[in-house]
């Protein structure tokens, strides 16, 4: 039974602790698909502790549809999903942010309508006071402290992107899974996030970021996955895939 969290102990049982290298999140031959279409064919992925992974593919490679099965809003149709080395097929989307595994969706997904300030407070949920996330937040990211009182909506798509990320670290999580964090925004904001990225990994919370576009995150990756029609193609370090990343279907300019 899964019962507990926090970024060291991401799972708690009644049995011994998990070993110190056990991957965060782990994929094992996991199938998926939309009725009769299978979009993913045995999908292996393992998110190690304190690592930044990029799940990297065109559209329609299965990035997608990977990631919902990683976080419940999807049932896999085989296979096995493990967190921290507990078994979690079929467990809700709330019950894994429960035990330590944070979204932040394509999109940004921040409340438009609502101030930086209220934004935040939706984070509290999880028991930690309200004073406490915006102080960590405008920590981590100084412009949101200037905007503390500031509709959503009416900050840049960088700002909201800031939000977003705050919001979710907010939880203390172990794992941060971000979707397309490079979407619509230009290409400084993108590095300056991806710095970001980074120090949030040295703090020792393990990340899987998805991005279509391989040259914006493998600066701060630790290793790449490519995905194509729903199979992993490779895996390795970024320099171990710079030649295939530079010939091959994301092309060289990326």
């Known amino acids: 039974?899964?019962?507990?969290?926090?970024?060291?102990?991401?799972?708690?049982?009644?049995?011994?602790?998990?070993?110190?290298?056990?991957?965060?999140?782990?994929?094992?031959?996991?199938?998926?698909?939309?009725?009769?279409?299978q979009v993913l064919h045995g999908v292996d992925l393992?998110?190690?502790?304190?690592?930044?992974?990029?799940?990297?593919?065109?559209?329609?490679?299965?990035?997608?549809?990977?990631?919902?099965?990683?976080?419940?809003?999807?049932?896999?149709?085989?296979?096995?999903?493990?967190?921290?080395?507990?078994?979690?097929?079929?467990?809700?989307?709330?019950?894994?942010?429960?035990?330590?595994?944070?979204t932040i969706p394509e999109g940004r997904g921040v409340f438009r309508n609502l101030t930086v300030r209220e934004n935040l407070k939706m984070a509290t949920y999880s028991g930690t006071p309200e004073e406490v996330v915006v102080e960590r937040a405008v920590a981590r990211f100084p412009r949101l402290g200037e905007r503390i009182d500031q509709l959503a909506g009416t900050?840049?798509?960088?700002?909201?992107?800031?939000?977003?990320?705050?919001?979710?670290?907010?939880?203390?999580?172990?794992?941060?899974?971000?979707?397309?964090?490079?979407?619509?925004?230009?290409?400084?904001?993108?590095a300056e996030l991806y710095e970001i990225v980074?120090?949030?990994?040295?703090?020792g919370v393990s990340i899987l970021v998805v991005e279509q576009f391989a040259r914006t995150v493998l600066g701060v990756a630790d290793r790449a996955v490519i995905m194509q029609h729903g199979h992993v193609i490779s895996s390795g370090s970024p320099a171990d895939l710079e030649a295939e990343l530079s010939a091959a279907y994301l092309g060289a300019k990326q």
């Open 1 to 37: 039974m899964i019962v507990g969290t926090s970024r060291r102990t991401v799972v708690e049982t009644p049995e011994a602790e998990q070993p110190a290298d056990t991957p965060l999140l782990e994929l094992r031959g996991v199938t998926a698909g939309y009725g009769r279409i």
């Open 46 to 102: 393992v998110v190690p502790r304190g690592e930044v992974v990029a799940l990297l593919g065109p559209n329609g490679a299965g990035k997608t549809t990977t990631l919902k099965v990683a976080t419940g809003q999807h049932q896999a149709a085989s296979g096995c999903v493990h967190v921290a080395g507990r078994h979690v097929n079929g467990v809700k989307p709330d019950q894994l942010a429960r035990i330590g595994l944070c």
């Open 155 to 190: 900050m840049s798509g960088g700002e909201q992107q800031m939000l977003a990320m705050a919001r979710g670290l907010a939880t203390d999580p172990a794992l941060l899974i971000i979707d397309e964090l490079s979407m619509g925004l230009a290409p400084l904001i993108v």
């Open 198 to 203: 980074a120090g949030i990994a040295r703090d």
